[in-house]
């Protein structure tokens, strides 16, 4: 349903914009005029110009016409595509704006939810990730961004080595067991972080070689690990923060730890290290050192250079905390995390609880009096996953048992070692649930589920970067039409009834098929 207000644009536009062409001496060849809304919401009018009428297709598209086409439209913004044939794109509901907000929905194993776009989702692998430079001043989103990454790292069962010099990003993970050495609190600490970094390098450097086959990243590792029986490597997260402070204290871009912090960021991706190095400023040559290694994600900054520097010039622009500029995701705004919901992945340790395990706890706990026998995991295991839904404790029980018994007696055995399963001696040694789980499980309980976009971004309104980034105009440039799915099915000529008479059959109102 396109509402009035738009169809009433629409005729307007349809019946001024051949005006302004004929003006010009350029025949107002449009062959169609179509009124649509994009997969994501957006009002988009289309004149459709017939190409066979066009001499010279480079009068109709520059940049002085179409700048005279939007101010005749009261502002639209106009985008010409001729990527097939040719038309104008009117994007009458206004530009699209990102949400000023977001809440982190949710793990997904094995991947990193960083945010969101214009598109939707920002999100990759941590092989895809590689390592990043995370820029911006006071209070625009860095610590947020990183402890976003840590509790993702966390859940996905890596190993964390941080450095935290203020002690403000990550009070809340000392002593958590995915740490792989105390959390570095000066400098000299963060260079030992990078050194012990740089030793699992050459321990998996000599793990590789001993597994033959060549493998040329940790997935490769992993997979031929696995299958001669050997354990599986897990990730490695290295965040320093306060990066430039740190490299400043230690002899400058060209100093001993900036040196072994290039070498990490060279030598480690092979060996599943992800490096993130985050810092207020970072000086040029600092980012000369490792500029090819890494990808920037640049919040806020006031100094245009150091934009510049990292690749980011629109970072200035930016006014909101969240929102990013990165040379490789373009502009999103990253998943706000709360810090309590940080503390309580560090204190379930390696890995929080997954929905089903969740429940699974929450089902002891609140029906079953506290006990969980191995019979009651398999139980709801198999219903929870009828024929083999996909999620993880079925997936489990399926690749790693035949059926869910396997399954149930390593997950108790998993909560047995962290202490959250116990065999009540009092009670015929009957599996019991302890106050650890309990408390985790409550925690967890309360964390928010996912939240899905605003459905009317415009309700969030913000003023700043998107009217003035070339990055998301040139997003918007791209042809509009092929963000509109599948197939078109016009719903009828004529369906409203337009202000000026002729004009019926001339707008085509259309409506996806989903
Ligand atoms: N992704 C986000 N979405 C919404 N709000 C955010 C987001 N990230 C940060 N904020 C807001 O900005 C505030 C400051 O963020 P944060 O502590 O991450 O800044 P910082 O860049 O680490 O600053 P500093 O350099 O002083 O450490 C947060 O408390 C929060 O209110
Ligand atoms: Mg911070």
Known sequence: ????????????????????????GLEPCFSDWV??????????????????????????????????????????????????????????????????????????RGVVR??????????????RLGHLLVAGMTGYGKSVFLRLLAHQAIADGA????????????????????????????????????????GECDKRAALYAAAGGFPDSLADYNHLAVKSGEDPLPRLLVILD???????????????????????????????????????????????????????????????????????????????????????????QAYYLDKSDLATAGAGGAGVLSADELSLALWAIEQNDGYLALADIQARADAHTGTGACTDAGARARTHAHGGQGYARRLASAWEVRGWLVKDSQNGNKRRVTDDLRQIAYKLKTLKTLKTLPTNPQTDLQTDLEQS?????????????????GALVPIGYGLYKPAVKGLQREITIITEVN
């Open 1 to 24: 349903m396109i509402e009035k207000t738009f169809v009433d644009k629409a005729d307007r536009l349809a019946r001024i914009v051949p005006h302004v062409l004929a003006q010009r």
């Open 35 to 108: 009124l649509t809304r994009s997969g994501r919401g957006d009002v988009w009018l289309y004149g459709v110009l017939d190409t066979r009428k066009i001499a010279r297709m480079e009068r109709y598209t520059s940049p002085d016409l179409l700048h005279q086409v939007s101010t005749v439209a009261r502002g639209v913004p106009v985008y010409p595509s001729n990527t097939n044939g040719l038309r104008y794109g009117f994007l009458l509901s206004g530009r699209p704006r990102l949400p000023g907000r977001v809440d982190f929905p949710g793990i997904e």
């Open 114 to 127: 960083m945010g969101v776009d214009l598109r939707g989702e920002v999100k990759c692998t941590w092989d």
């Open 159 to 198: 190993r964390l080595l941080l450095a935290d010099l203020d002690g403000a990003t990550f009070p809340m993970l000392v002593g958590c067991p995915a740490l792989v050495a105390p959390i570095a609190g000066n400098p000299q600490e963060a260079h030992s972080v990078v050194g012990l970094a740089l």
């Open 242 to 332: 306060e990066y430039n402070a740190t490299a400043v204290a230690l002899g400058g871009a060209r100093g001993q730890f900036a040196s072994d912090t290039a070498a990490l960021a060279w030598r480690g991706r092979k060996f599943g290290v992800n490096l993130v190095c985050a810092a207020q400023d970072f000086a040029k040559e600092t980012v000369g050192r490792f500029r090819d290694q890494v990808a920037p994600v640049c919040f806020r900054v006031q100094s245009k250079e150091l934009a510049r520097s990292v690749g980011c010039s629109e970072a200035v622009h930016i006014t909101r905390p969240g929102r990013a500029v990165t040379t490789r995701w373009g502009v999103f």
């Open 469 to 485: 980034t070339s990055l998301q105009s040139a997003e918007l440039a791209r042809d509009p039409l092929a963000d509109v799915p």
